[in-house]
């Protein structure tokens, strides 16, 4: 039996607050899950979408409110807070239960159903700084902004007049609002994979993936280092949060490699562009790959395939920059008292590869869809977790209430963070901005594709500051992402390209919340911090350019255009790391480095950006070979991954 985490104490105590805490969990868990697993038409329902969501919304909503008065030791307070939860609870039942009814009146604007969709719209604004911080309701309430007075707007971004009760009835009760796509998938879809992650987090799965990322990288150089990417990245996936990861794993990781003597803002940097890059890897990447496959129309394995070449080039130069550090440094591997067996830990947590297992099998060999995928995953991993432990872990049938709570609690935020990024999409929609927006960046971008890419990426950096990663993409893909599409760049291509330079907010100066959180376990400036995160994340910032005029990073084109792209842009980012750490085979002056960095530069160019761009591949490669043979004639350094 596991310790008991603070959901399943507080079901235990605190009274009403924590019985009604527990069921408003267990709400926004159970009907996501009968909803995916279509256990509604085993009863004879036929339900719309947006009757789950009103309801779940409703539930994550009057959640929020119970979590105002939570440690309250005011009982007027602590009632009217629980009095204000069961009258939002109500309110969503009765909004899901009549829906068919209200939309069909919503167009006649009635006052009863302005005076709902005000309380409602009120009390998604009164969470949301809460739950998202105070970016997010910024951006929405601006938003709200033009959709009131955006008529009185002069020049081109003047929209069409809409009066207060047309908006707050669109925005609240239309499938193009609150009730729409955004939220549609972060209920059906998302609330399972969160679940699967909970349970991960409390079996032991956690402290498994640490023990074969010790086994597997803590012998070679810079082993801490390694050993942190490895388990940020695995679990950074699952967990969906940059942040979380940074505050759930650098705990362990970033003392680890400040011992081994990576400076401070090095070891926070390490830990916050590994986190911040889980959410690139497949199968969750941070719930955002579910919203594109929708908002685009493809399969999700389309947007999962076409997202691991560049999520393997992000964590490739990650670890080259790591160990030319670490050679630089002379920072040797872990203490070999302090590397568990990886045989003995493999045999010890084998069963929780299964659920993966599964979780592939469903989506690929059995064309599931993604939410059903990851219910046979969750009880798959729940049956595992059962029979076996892990390091004196192991769930007990005690622990699944706690699961199912925690499960809820986590999924608010996301619930809450995707009905703003409706409102922003309704907005959008009534206004006309959308394709206003659209016509003004094309327009300012003079009919180049690159100045356009350029100006797209910056928005999307500034347009990320301070949001969460789903947030984040929702936004840009409604604003930003139609203006690539409309100058031919691959629909898929322009959405990785926006997600990608969104989620790099996340470590980019001035507003790095990933770098910053990691900055303070470290004990280092937020600020410098940030910027060496830049530098170690520099990749991230060019790959997505290199997969715009190389569709084959990507993996669109032939086997062999998908190798020659990965192999030289698998050169160019060594050679640029190298010259930037200032390392190869030994430390290197700045002509050295200045040469590698050309040479990489060179192979990074995408053979078909302009006619002769394929030459630039045999200069970096003939620059490479230069250096490599200038090296060979001092002391040789080891190789990337080398042991000690």
């Given at each position: 039996m596991l310790p008991r985490t603070a959901e399943e104490q507080a079901c235990r105590g605190d009274g009403a607050i924590a019985w009604v805490k527990c069921a408003l969990g267990l709400l926004i868990v159970a009907l996501p899950v009968a909803y995916a697993g279509n256990l509604y038409r085993l009863l004879g329902l036929s339900l719309y979408d947006a009757q789950i969501l009103a309801m779940v919304l409703a539930c994550a909503l009057a959640l929020g409110i119970v979590q105002l008065a939570q440690g309250s030791r005011r009982p007027a307070y602590r009632a009217v807070a629980i009095a204000g939860a069961l009258g939002t609870l109500a309110l969503g039942a009765y909004v899901a239960l009549f829906y068919p009814a209200i939309s069909m009146q919503a167009p006649f604007l009635p006052a009863w159903l302005i005076v709902v969709s005000g309380v409602l719209l009120g009390l998604?604004?009164?969470?949301?700084?809460?739950?998202?911080?105070?970016?997010?309701?910024?951006?929405?309430?601006?938003?709200?902004?033009?959709?009131?007075?955006?008529?009185?707007?002069?020049?081109?971004?003047?929209?069409?007049?809409?009066?207060?009760?047309?908006?707050?009835?669109?925005?609240?009760?239309?499938?193009?609002?609150?009730?729409?796509?955004?939220?549609?998938?972060?209920?059906?879809?998302?609330?399972?994979?969160?679940?699967?992650?909970?349970?991960?987090?409390?079996?032991?799965?956690?402290?498994?993936?640490?023990?074969?990322?010790?086994?597997?990288?803590?012998?070679?150089?810079?082993?801490?280092?390694?050993?942190?990417?490895?388990?940020?990245?695995?679990?950074?996936?699952?967990?969906?949060?940059?942040?979380?990861?940074?505050?759930?794993?650098?705990?362990?990781?970033?003392?680890?490699?400040?011992?081994?003597?990576?400076?401070?803002?090095?070891?926070?940097?390490?830990?916050?562009?590994?986190?911040?890059?889980?959410?690139?890897?497949?199968?969750?990447?941070?719930?955002?790959?579910?919203?594109?496959?929708?908002?685009?129309?493809?399969?999700?394995?389309?947007?999962?395939?076409?997202?691991?070449?560049?999520?393997?080039?992000?964590?490739?130069?990650?670890?080259?920059?790591?160990?030319?550090?670490?050679?630089?440094?002379?920072?040797?591997?872990?203490?070999?008292?302090?590397?568990?067996?990886?045989?003995?830990?493999?045999?010890h947590g084998w069963h929780f590869l299964l659920p993966f297992v599964v979780l592939f099998y469903a989506l690929f060999a059995l064309n599931l869809r993604p939410e059903a995928a990851a219910l046979y995953a969750f009880v798959s991993l729940l049956v595992v977790s059962l029979a076996f432990g892990y390091r004196g872990k192991r769930v007990g049938l005690g622990d699944i209430l706690a699961v199912l709570v925690a499960g809820g609690t986590a999924a608010t935020s996301l619930i809450l963070v995707c009905a703003a990024a409706g409102i922003i999409i309704g907005v959008l929609n009534i206004s006309g901005l959308a394709f206003n927006l659209t016509l003004h960046i094309a327009n300012a971008s003079g009919g180049s594709v690159l100045l356009l890419a350029l100006l797209t990426a910056a928005i999307s950096v500034v347009l990320g500051m301070g949001m969460p990663t789903v947030g984040v993409y929702i936004l840009l893909a409604t604003l930003v992402a139609p203006a690539l599409v409309e100058f031919g760049i691959p629909v898929i291509a322009a959405h990785l390209f926006v997600f990608y330079f969104g989620l790099l907010s996340m470590v980019t100066p001035p507003v790095a919340l990933a770098a910053f959180a990691a900055a303070n376990i470290a004990e280092a400036r937020a600020w410098p911090t940030s910027m060496t995160s830049v530098r170690l994340a520099w990749p991230a910032y060019v790959v997505p350019f290199l997969f715009l005029f190389a569709p084959s990073l990507i993996l669109e084109g032939s086997p062999l255009e998908v190798l020659r792209a990965l192999g030289t842009a698998i050169l160019g980012i060594y050679m640029v790391t190298a010259g930037i750490v200032g390392y190869m085979g030994q430390s290197r002056g700045i002509a050295f480095r200045g040469l590698l960095i050309l040479g990489g530069v060179l192979a990074l160019i995408p053979a078909g950006l302009f006619p002769a761009a394929g030459y630039t591949d045999v200069a970096g490669l003939a620059v490479f070979a230069l250096c490599w043979l200038a090296s060979k004639s001092l002391p040789a350094g080891r190789a990337v991954l080398s042991g000690e």
């Open positions: 998604l604004l009164l969470n949301l700084s809460r739950a998202a911080g105070l970016g997010i309701l910024a951006v929405v309430l601006l938003f709200l902004a033009y959709g009131t007075f955006g008529h009185l707007v002069p020049g081109p971004l003047q929209s069409r007049q809409t009066s207060a009760p047309e908006l707050l009835v669109y925005l609240a009760i239309d499938a193009n609002g609150m009730l729409g796509t955004a939220l549609r998938v972060a209920v059906v879809v998302v609330v399972p994979y969160m679940l699967f992650g909970q349970l991960l987090s409390r079996c032991g799965a956690a402290d498994f993936f640490n023990d074969i990322a010790l086994a597997g990288m803590g012998r070679f150089r810079g082993g801490p280092a390694k050993v942190a990417i490895t388990a940020s990245g695995l679990f950074g996936s699952i967990s969906g949060s940059a942040v979380g990861n940074v505050v759930g794993t650098g705990v362990v990781t970033i003392p680890m490699m400040k011992r081994a003597g990576f400076p401070p803002s090095y070891a926070g940097a390490v830990e916050a562009v590994s986190s911040t890059g889980g959410q690139l890897v497949p199968p969750v990447m941070g719930a955002a790959a579910f919203i594109m496959a929708d908002l685009i129309g493809v399969d999700y394995a389309t947007v999962m395939l076409a997202a691991l070449p560049s999520a393997l080039l992000y964590y490739l130069a990650v670890f080259i920059n790591v160990d030319l550090q670490a050679a630089k440094r002379g920072i040797r591997s872990v203490e070999p008292e302090l590397i568990p067996s990886g045989w003995q830990s493999l045999r």
